[in-house]
């Protein structure tokens, strides 16, 4: 038996207004006057002066605002990854995402591609990634994916949904500054805390779970019924429960895996287009099933916050369009070994699959 | 408002038996045939086969047995930095510590003065470390200190009982493995539980406290209870829960500090050499003004596992020797700060506090 050595992000600032903090902190890594800091941010924050009049722009930095309608892309990665490497005079010194999963998924991809020969999809997979990445730094504002702790980058490539998992992707600096979540919109609250949620029950629910994960994924769940369920905190308190949420439910699937929610939502994403956050939740609420604990309170938050999910949005799908996300979604073995066991393909057939799709 | 930026382990490992896995994690990391991995290990493991032969000892490589009777001293690293100095051809390749906290902070801190001038003592503080340290391994093999995931390693000095607290001090790599805790003796098994235990009372009831601690905290203390007065645990799974307990109790003083009982601890520790572990056993127990509720768990815990205390160690000091004593514990100023608040001075007095240790 060989366990995994997990790498973990090097240094972390937490609190309200750090933020403030990113100065100070990116002033000893600049290279040299040629070698910008390169900022790739939400473009809803593109007028935003409350956040970019804090962005240290100076010599050549620059912004990129990118916009995350969309899941991020390998050929994305690509694209980034080339206008820099044209419009900058140096290496960068280092890149920084501001965002959520998407932006930050992106910044650790393109902070790989900038030292690695090839295109991002060749790089989708496991340890494939053969030279440490430019300094790259993580801010949140948006609280649940984990993307901020893990080691995994996850971009649609031209043949599948699947991160660039490496010892060379976790930050290299964090900044959790809960005050930057504090606009986000209700609804998408609620769809990237439940991904923090449903990281948990399928982490302590897996069979690959350990006592590293147990007591990450035990102490993010007890987080995200006092967020909510017991609805008893101020605003700021729930933000910075909810930012230790996502990180803790990061790190529990270190050692664990997620699991049915995130290998179908992969599919939906993949073939639908369909965001992860609302993706998992579409799928979760109909996987009483295999996870009937976890449903069950899913759907008590649900009510509680009024939350209505899109339905019958596999209602127009070809046979074709079912086959595809079947073999999609069965393709992420590691997922289902972990939900349902070594014998999962019999209890997970692509009918039974797509008759679960046909639900949504 | 300015936050800390803590500086993580960079890699761990965890699970039974991962200590197999010491081979080919230190391989990639040797830098040439005449830089030595030098291994340093808690003697009670000087016969133990089932240990020692698992060490992939090779070219210049050597172990160098620690007596941990004592606590860990400046002059003690001092001596060994030395003797590494004096017998290898090149700077080590890595220094692997293997035991409890003392041996832990002292691979921390060998590590550390390789690579910076002068002696030990110099450095014990805040930040005075310039140079990065060579490459370092921590393998705690008994559970509770948190040295493992800390940024200080605890030295007695000439002067004073104080860390080497710096970014260059966390571990490179960390092995967590259970299994190399199982013949930890019953006493010193919970005198180290409790330094864990009694972390996260002073962490959770300090005035630093932040909700990143704070999460920590809260999973360690319901770990702690777990294991140390539930008791429905097997030996394996208490084992390794003990192991995270310690971990996250650690991270939780990442942010908080730690309070009365440390500090009253380390003067104790500084004048009478009583050991870390249970000389915070002895003060915790009289310390019901500060901690009502963690001292009545404590003694429940105490008493659960018929632990009996040294009563009467102060019964022979001289008034100079509680002077000493005294000024020690009050000079550690963020310790009391923590614990108190701004105005502690107000509260513990001089007097006060010789009037405690009278107890104890």
Same mark, same amino acid.
């Given at each position: 038996m060989s366990y995994k050595n997990f790498p973990m992000v090097s240094k972390v600032v937490f609190g309200r207004g750090s933020f403030n903090q990113l100065s100070e902190i990116l002033a000893p890594k600049r290279l040299s006057m040629n070698a910008p800091f390169i900022y790739i941010i939400d473009d809803v924050f593109k007028n935003n002066q409350w956040l970019t009049s804090r962005i240290p722009l100076a010599y050549d930095d620059k912004i990129l605002f990118i916009s995350t309608e969309e899941e991020p892309k390998t050929s994305q990665v690509d694209a980034i990854v080339e206008d820099i490497i044209l419009t900058t005079k140096e290496l960068p010194s280092g890149i920084i995402g501001i965002g959520g999963g998407s932006v930050l998924d992106l910044a650790k991809a393109v902070s790989i591609m900038l030292t690695n020969?090839?295109?991002?999809? &060749?790089?989708?997979?496991? *340890?494939?990634?053969k030279h440490p990445a430019i300094y790259h730094v993580g801010i949140p504002t948006?609280?649940?994916?984990?993307a901020e702790v893990s080691r995994t980058t996850v971009l649609i490539g031209p043949e599948k949904k699947l991160g660039i998992n490496? &010892?060379?992707?976790?930050? *290299?600096q964090v900044i959790l500054d809960s005050?930057?979540?504090?606009?986000?919109p209700k609804n998408q609250w609620f769809y990237t805390g439940m991904d923090c949620y449903i990281h948990c029950i399928e982490s302590l629910k897996g069979t690959y779970l350990n006592t590293f994960s147990e007591t990450y994924g035990n102490m993010s769940l007890e987080l995200c019924k006092e967020i909510?369920?017991?609805?008893?905190?101020t605003a700021e308190e729930s933000e910075e429960k909810l930012m230790m949420a996502s990180w803790h439910g990061g790190m529990s699937i270190a050692y664990s895996q997620v699991g049915v929610a995130h290998a179908m939502s992969y599919a939906l994403a993949y073939v639908?287009?369909?965001?992860h956050g609302i993706g998992n939740c579409i799928v979760f609420d109909h996987l009483e099933e295999f996870y009937p604990e976890g449903v069950k309170l899913f759907k008590a938050m649900k009510e509680k916050h009024n939350i209505m999910l899109p339905q019958g949005i596999c209602a127009d799908l070809s046979d074709a369009d079912f086959d595809k996300m079947t073999t999609i979604a069965l393709n992420l073995v590691p997922l289902w070994e972990n939900a349902l066991g070594k014998n999962w393909k019999q209890i997970i057939t692509p009918k039974k699959l797509k008759e679960l799709y046909q639900k949504m």
């Open positions: 020969e090839g295109e991002a999809k &060749d790089y989708q997979g496991w *340890d494939l990634v948006i609280s649940g994916t984990g490496s &010892d060379f992707t976790p930050f *290299d005050e930057l979540t504090k606009d986000v909510f369920l017991d609805n008893n905190l639908l287009g369909v965001k």
